[in-house]
């Protein structure tokens, strides 16, 4: 019984968790309680909560880790200020003019905006919301089939989970980084900037997949994407340019720097956040509501991930003192299969997981007792990165219980049913299954890239 206490502790907090409870204190309060139940019946040491105050001012002090976790706040900052701009409003007028009078444009256009999107805020919740609102009503009235038209929001909004600058890559890169370290691998130090590199070739090839499928549908069916009538609207090449280059010159100089090592991803961020406010400011949006309404989110958010980095690591410490991650450690060596079926397992279990979990306390709880182990079996860290990346982005598509399917019923017209919204990402599910099954047959489309830059 005491040897399984740290598994009995996990199925506690997950059972807090899914009650409703703040997630920081949900893992913060039942680490405490378990280390005052092993403490007070000797079958844990107190040493380990003594560790306590060192990790919590190793995470806000001025050590490496927090050089990293500074970009959190100014790529939230940077996303925020683009929502509040009306870029992604502008870029989809402007895609739907250039692609909308084919069959299935409408489709490919939402597609690119939501990539344009995702490597200009990183953030997916509200990049599903926002293309909810802006391109699912354009979308019905054009007579699109609802299934198609939620499928490919919900999908083209969760790119922001695997197209840089992610927020999910730059917590993953923070913790595997950490256990590459701890563990003492050979080769060289991955950071956030390598695993922004090894996510642009799957990024990318998840986009052109989405495209080619859509573009398929509308060939075989044409009537469930028809094209789009401009009623006078004249393309003209100035405004697209003017909607298009702006954001694309900010992505550019944002991750054109980290990929180019000329900046790190904080010093990126930054140089982002401000480009956010002159994009603002082009548009004639930039006013003090806006800039206090983007600090008050960017305050909100960044406090969320920082409270769930606390609460995450005392949890872990109690983890760890009740022996779970030697645990742990036998449960996966023992899986037979080898590292393959270890692999599967470990990213089965997260899948599962990302139905009730969001990405931070996956990240910040589960890699950290995962990661090292399956680092020590020979996994290369970048490609692992890559993999939780889509394997938590695919969770977050599947049904039931995938955040992108609240996310856009919440915005969703009620005419449009909810089993439309559920069989509508199937499609974009198998695409996913497909892209993972892809990168673990070929690591090298994670890994090549940043050898060659690195």
């Not at 694309?248 to 140089?271: D, H, R, Y």
Request: hydrophobic share 55%; proline share 5%.
């Amino acid at each position: 019984m005491i040897e399984y206490m740290s598994l009995i502790m996990f199925a506690v907090v997950i059972l807090v968790l899914l009650t409703g409870f703040p997630v920081a204190y949900a893992l913060a309060g039942t680490g405490l309680i378990f280390a005052a139940i092993g403490t007070f019946f000797g079958f844990f040491e107190p040493v380990f909560l003594g560790l306590i105050p060192n990790r919590l001012f190793g995470i806000m002090g001025g050590s490496s880790l927090t050089s990293v976790l500074v970009a959190v706040p100014l790529f939230v900052f940077m996303g925020v200020m683009l929502e509040r701009s009306r870029v992604a409003e502008n870029l989809l007028h402007s895609m739907a003019l250039l692609f909308g009078q084919r069959s299935g444009g409408l489709g490919v256009a939402v597609v690119i905006v939501g990539m344009l999107l995702a490597a200009s805020t990183g953030i997916v919740g509200a990049t599903v919301v926002t293309m909810g609102l802006l391109s699912l009503p354009t979308m019905l009235a054009r007579q699109y089939d609802p299934k198609i038209a939620t499928g490919v929001i919900c999908a083209s909004g969760t790119l922001g989970q695997i197209i840089p600058p992610s927020i999910v890559l730059i917590l993953l890169g923070d913790q595997i980084s950490t256990a590459n370290t701890n563990v003492g691998t050979t080769g060289k130090v991955v950071s956030v900037g390598d695993l922004f590199i090894g996510a642009l070739l799957p990024g990318l090839l998840l986009v052109t997949l989405y495209i080619v499928y859509l573009l398929f549908v509308a060939k075989l069916s044409p009537s469930k994407m028809p094209s789009v009538k401009t009623q006078g609207e004249v393309i003209r090449v100035r405004t697209v340019m003017k909607n298009l280059l702006p954001p694309l010159l900010l992505i550019a100089v944002v991750l054109g720097s980290i990929l180019l090592g000329a900046a790190t991803p904080t010093e990126a961020a930054s140089v982002g956040a401000v480009g956010a406010m002159l994009l603002a400011f082009s548009q004639k949006a930039l006013n003090w509501n806006t800039l206090h309404s983007t600090m008050r989110q960017t305050l909100t958010v960044s406090s969320m991930v920082f409270l769930i980095l606390i609460g995450a690591n005392i949890f872990s410490l109690v983890f760890k003192g009740f022996g779970g991650d030697d645990l742990v450690e036998g449960l996966l060596t023992d899986i037979p299969g080898g590292l393959v079926m270890t692999v599967f397992v470990v990213m089965l279990v997260m899948f599962l997981l990302g139905f009730i979990l969001d990405f931070i306390e996956i990240t910040f709880v589960v890699v950290p007792i995962v990661a090292p182990i399956l680092l020590s079996m020979g996994v290369d860290p970048i490609w692992l990165g890559i993999m939780i990346a889509l394997n938590l982005q695919t969770s977050f598509l599947t049904p039931p219980f995938g955040f992108a399917l609240f996310y856009l019923r919440g915005v969703a017209p009620a005419s449009v049913a909810t089993r439309d919204i559920y069989l509508g990402v199937m499609p974009f599910i198998g695409i996913q299954l497909l892209v993972m099954g892809l990168l673990a047959f070929w690591p090298q489309i994670a890994t090549w890239l940043p050898e060659i830059l690195g």
